[in-house]
């Protein structure tokens, strides 16, 4: 069976010592995570070993002996570090000598109960210690939810090492009676500015919680829950924007430690989402306000809106004549587009009463893009929104007439041939219907079919329309989730400290030479870009599309309203 | 220890083979395309250019030259970087694991590691590729929870898409490896 040796590059030029480590006895692979230098009492090593092991769960032992003579092989060494092996007994006990300079060491194994007598390949492989401290190894989602004994032997090591950073905080300045060699053996390394943003964040959180409640304590007050303000509440997206923010805000800000990776990734990445989101919003709001630029937009407000009402006027005459050479039944015809042409001019007048304070309006509305340029989309969603209700409401009357109408020529239908729907049934029965009751119905049935085609163009029109109107928020609105979930903090990490997010680890050969055992160099492999984005992408409140295309079709030929973006709070109809 | 064979791929085209044993359970099998022609290169760039200068010829608009010279710059750097790829290389260590890496024309290499406890084993499969039916070698990954079933299968050589000589030479050298670790003796 092959042995396994892991061994860090940073103690490859550490002084003679014994190798301590955790030795893995499924995998028949040793992890060394330090090398102790003479001179060292076996009782305090032992001692040390046993409180590292109590405070890590690490079983970490007494795992072979590392020589490192820069002249020639020194006799007694070795035999010292044979019997070590008596003292330290470890079943089997690794011994690595590396003689001058040179790249190649010897690497042997003493069994002492050795019932087979065979010699064992040894594999040595190099392993970066810090990297693989600080790295999170992403399994598979399908192997996510395995038990201990799981396939991944990887996650082993890389668990080993990252459980023991409490034997890395000893570097060679301290005091004690043991001197270790590892990674960080050198001095303990931290910043200033990390430790003052930490006692900083404590008393920040504080505050911004308190606020935080504040704030969702008004929110949840009785008064705004009056049923006019609550459904304004619940048709603006801008509100629905801004609860979202909260919630982020009140994750972000709360005093508690993140218990996993996960967490602490989520955490991060929200709060740089924030960041960003509300230096895109005050960059726009300078931009906004410098020149005047709202002032301009104010003014185009009006006359745009002016000119989209005489488009639709336009449109209406175009209809009530012969539109595309069909030929309408006129009364109808007339009838519509003269109540459709009142609507329209109800609405004109409505905007020319608000065009006085429209720039007001418009420039404190503009003053909330500071909040975030999500809400700074939302807003600018909703105004369209506003501005083109008379086409939702267009399409509204379109819709129902042309509903009406086709349930009643299908029910009609039913008649002609004789059958009825079963309500208590829910399918088609036959009937005998009487004479009269025959009479009307095909009568009804007749005038309501010649009177499809006027109702059928006039809701074709208006629903093209709030369809260009539905795609135009859309785009906006994915804009707005795009911002919303993707996690930048952990593409910057990919990008920067590539080896914290890993998929795997890749072995490299390095070179070799007869008669040593086998030297491996193990990277870490990271995780992609796309990977990075579906592991840590923060959810969002919305999730579309509803229907799929072909049920959206259907409603659209029956006249049923469509509502293509869902929010995740709705109730499914 | 390493030897060079030269062998034909599905389509025709030369590839090499090299294997390496750099010691009694490690053995690295790189199959190494032909390298991007000069000639298909002028080939290509030379139409763009053309079509480029038939365009300024009818609108008059340097625009559509400095377009031009942009797009092949920014197309052969996507190409080498994402779309060739030279070598591909298969690292079988036995008791630790086999890793396939695939290195483009740009210098950068993706590579995945496959640790043994997941390989079931490593198989020569045919397959319906449009009118042809080729060989070609893949990795059997355990499924869990059946013993007996297989999880995934990952193929190996799918851009140099090696003829079934050399995929023999391939499957004789990883199969001497995995045999070992059914002769081996488990630990407890």
Redesign the interface.
Known sequence: ??L?VFFPSCCSSADSGILIGRWI??Q?SAVILAVVHFPFIPVQVKQYLGEVQRVTKVSVSVLGSWSNSKQEKEESLSEFLEDLGTIFCHEPWIQISKEGDSKFWSCSILQKHSK?PQEE?I?L?YYDQRKVMLSHLHPPL??AG?GAE?????SAIFDTVARSQVLFMTDRYDEGPIKLTHWQSDGVEASIIVELLKQASVPACMLLTFLLSLLSGICRSRVLKFWPLSFLWSKLSTCEQLGHRLQHLQVVSSNKKAPNQNQLMRKANIFVSLLIDVALGILLMSWLYRKNRIGHLADTLIPVADHVAEELQDLLQWLMGAPAGLKMNRALDQVLGRFFLYHIHLWISYIHLLSPFIEMILWYVGLSACLGLTVALCILSDIIALLTFHIYCFYVYGARLYCLKIYGLSSLWRLFRGKKWNVLRQRVDSCSYDLDQLFIGTLLFTILLFLLPTTALYYLVFTLLRLLVVIVQGLIHLLVDLIDSLPLYSLILRLCRSYRLAA????R?LE?QDGK??R?LMQI?PLSYGGVVQTYRLPTYSCYPRDSWASLCKKLFLGELIYPWKHKGDKQN | MAEERRFLSASGVPIALRRRQHSASCRELAVRGPRLQLRSLSAATSAVWLAAYGLFALCENSMVLSAAIFVTLIGLIIYLHFVKIDQESLLVIGSLGIQVTSAYASGKESTTFIEMGQVKDVVINEAIHMQKVIYYLCILLQDPEDPQGVSEVVPLFQSSKPRLDCLIEVYKSCQEILEQRKTAPQSS
Do not use: C, H, R, W
């Open positions: 069976m092959v396994k006895s499924e028949n087979k390949e594999i492989v399908d192997t395995q799981d396939a991944s032997k990887l795997g680890v890749k072995f050969v070799q055992p086998l491996l492999n």
